[in-house]
């Protein structure tokens, strides 16, 4: 069913041209300025997440109501375990993504369209379980001239985790300090 409204107020009408989706008693409409096409509908589903975790009884508005801090556009469900949800950007995709999502007795993770998210977290949690990585700074008595030789300053770096001592010949400021790590993973 397709339903056409006109504003005319130019504020109102710029507030609806953002508008996506609107929720309904829990149901979810999808919105759309009326010179839309085709084009435009599918950029509007470049940055999408499915959302797994979800039961039968649960319907899209849920997915938005727990990914509202993240800016959903809107959502709609794909199957019994799984709403997929449209972000405006990226970011706000990325970031409803990263996060697993607790409510009652349920637990649902988001994975983006598109994009590589089960490998990623696979590499994460390797590396999780290999936190036991020791991290070094590396000491140096070496001086350089700063790059740009804008302050023609020269640099000490010396910061070593066993020293307690800090040798700085020359304290002119910030820029006289570099910091250097050496993460080994064990």
């Known amino acids: 069913m397709t339903v056409y409204f006109t504003v005319k107020d130019e504020y109102t009408r710029q507030l609806l041209k953002n508008i996506w989706s609107i929720d309904i008693e829990n149901f979810i409409y999808r919105l759309g300025p009326a010179h839309f096409k085709t084009s435009d509908f599918d950029d509007r589903k470049k940055h999408r997440g499915e959302f797994i975790g979800f039961i039968n009884k649960h319907i899209a508005a849920k997915a938005m109501k727990i990914t509202f801090p993240f800016n959903p556009k809107s959502a709609f469900k794909q199957s019994p375990d799984k709403i997929i949800v449209k972000f405006q950007n990226e970011a ?9 999502y607790h409510f009652n007795d349920f637990s649902v993770k988001g994975y983006s369209i598109g ?16 936190q036991n990585a020791n991290i070094h700074h590396q000491s140096c008595n070496q001086s350089i001239t700063d790059v740009a ?5 020269n640099t000490t770096r010396c910061y070593s985790d066993n020293d307690n001592t800090t040798n700085l010949d020359n304290k002119q400021g910030p820029l006289n300090t570099n910091i250097f790590y050496i993460v080994n993973f064990v």
């Open 149 to 153: 030789n804008v302050h023609n300053t």
């Open 92 to 100: 706000d995709l990325f970031n409803a993504c990263e996060k697993r």
């Open 115 to 130: 994009y590589n998210w089960p490998q990623r977290d696979k590499a994460i949690s390797k590396l999780k379980k290999q």
